[in-house]
């Protein structure tokens, strides 16, 4: 079945993003709201994953939706795509936290260099 496959493609790069967000919440790197902004877009994708194939049973016995199953292609493509925004949403926490620390460091360095005066 390719649903199966396409779930077992798709499970481990959300799993993994999920397990990220948790490190990066213990290490202080993501605020509680960003992580659960987060976890529940990763588990938003999750369900979409899971219940297409009711609602693509659900829609193919009507004739404007008619369509041959699941291609390789299409596989490869929803696997790609859920790959590209784990990269970009890792990528984008990890210039957060780069940001934040640099304005930290400005700060503590404005503050040493007013001392100084």
Do not use: C
């Not at 877009?41 to 404007?64: C, D, K, Q, V």
Request: no cysteine.
């Amino acid at each position: 079945m390719r649903y199966i496959i396409l779930l077992v493609l798709n499970l481990p790069i959300i799993l993994l993003a999920i397990l990220n967000l948790l490190s990066n919440f213990k290490m202080k790197r993501v605020t509680k709201r960003r992580l659960r902004h987060q976890v529940t877009l990763w588990i938003i994708i999750l369900l979409a994953l899971i219940l297409s194939y009711p609602a693509y049973n659900l829609l193919l016995g009507r004739e404007f939706f008619s369509s041959e199953e699941l291609s390789f292609l299409d596989i490869l493509q929803t696997t790609i795509i859920i790959t590209l925004v784990y990269i970009v949403n890792s990528h984008r926490q990890k210039i957060d936290y780069l940001d934040t620390t640099i304005r930290n460091i400005h700060a503590k360095l404005s503050i040493r260099l007013s001392e100084n005066e």
